[in-house]
C-alpha cells in the first residue's frame, strides 16, 4: 500500500484555471516537500514544510501555494494556470527536515494544462 | 544553485552484466547523496544513501563517492530486465533538498 498518496494521479486544466494537488502521508512524518519533473528537465525541488511550518520555498511565483491543513496533508494551490506548469509534481516526506533524513516520495501527479 | 551532472544519458546492457552510472557535482554544497530509480509512472525508489568518501552496498546496488572530485557512481550488479528504469542521483543540502540530475535510462536485455 502506498505510505505518500496523490491525488490526482492524472490532471488536465485550460490556461488561467486554478487547481489542488493533493498530498497526504501515513508515514507519522513532521516534513513534506513538492518537487517538479518537467520534460527534459531534473526533478526540482520547490518547497518544504516541517511541522506545517513552511521551511524553504524555490519556487520564484506566488501562483504556487502550498497548504497544510493537517500535520500529514501538503496540498498544492497553483493558480493562473500557464502552459510551462505542465509537468508531473511529486510530493515527499521525511521525519525532520535534517540533512541526511530520508525522502519518500508519492507517485506523483502529472499536470497538463493546454 | 548546484548543478548535476548525469552520464550516460543512457545505456542498454546484457543481464547479468555490470552497470555504471556517474554523477558529477558543480559544487560542494551537498553533505550526502542518493541513487533513485524511477519506473514509469511511478514514484521514486530510494536505492542507496552515501555520507562518506568510498564506497557503500545495498544488495546489487553499490555506491561510490569521491567528495574531491565530487563525483559519485552506482553500479547494478547482475542486473535483471525489471532494474529496466530511469536511476536518478541526487545531492542532499541543507533542509533535506535534494538536488537531482536529469537520470540515466537503463535498459537490461534478457
Known amino acids: 500500500d502506498p505510505k505518500i498518496i496523490q491525488k490526482p494521479k492524472y490532471l488536465v486544466a485550460v490556461t488561467g484555471s486554478e487547481k489542488i494537488l493533493i498530498c497526504e502521508q501515513y508515514?507519522?512524518?513532521?516534513?513534506m516537500y513538492w518537487y517538479r519533473q518537467s520534460a527534459k528537465k531534473p526533478l526540482e525541488f520547490m518547497f518544504s514544510?516541517?511541522?506545517?511550518?513552511?521551511?524553504d520555498n524555490q519556487t520564484a511565483s506566488s501562483r504556487f501555494q502550498p497548504q497544510s491543513s493537517k500535520k500529514n496533508h501538503l496540498d498544492l494551490q497553483i493558480t493562473a494556470l500557464k502552459p510551462d506548469d505542465s509537468a508531473t509534481y511529486f510530493c515527499?516526506?521525511?521525519?525532520?527536515?535534517?540533512?541526511?533524513?530520508?525522502?519518500?516520495f508519492g507517485h506523483g501527479t502529472k499536470l497538463s494544462v493546454l | 544553485q548546484q548543478k548535476v551532472q548525469q552520464s550516460p544519458e543512457s545505456l542498454t546492457v546484457s543481464e547479468g552484466a555490470m552497470a555504471s552510472l556517474n554523477c558529477t557535482f558543480s559544487?560542494?554544497?551537498?553533505?550526502?547523496f542518493r541513487w533513485y530509480r524511477q519506473h514509469s509512472a511511478k514514484g521514486l525508489e530510494v536505492l542507496v544513501s552515501?555520507?562518506?568518501?568510498g564506497e557503500k552496498e545495498e544488495g546489487r546496488f553499490t555506491a561510490h563517492l569521491n567528495r574531491a572530485n565530487l563525483h559519485v557512481s552506482l553500479h547494478i550488479r547482475e542486473p535483471q530486465p525489471s532494474d529496466s528504469a530511469v536511476y536518478l542521483c541526487?545531492?542532499?543540502?541543507?533542509?533535506?533538498?535534494?538536488?537531482f540530475g536529469i537520470g540515466t535510462r537503463v535498459l537490461v536485455r534478457p
Open positions: 515527499a516526506s521525511s521525519q525532520e527536515t535534517g540533512r541526511g533524513e530520508r525522502l519518500f
Open positions: 508515514l507519522g512524518h513532521n516534513a
Open positions: 514544510y516541517s511541522y506545517q511550518k513552511l521551511m
Open positions: 559544487d560542494g554544497t551537498s553533505n550526502n
Open positions: 552515501i555520507f562518506s568518501d
Open positions: 541526487a545531492g542532499n543540502s541543507a533542509g533535506n533538498k535534494l538536488t
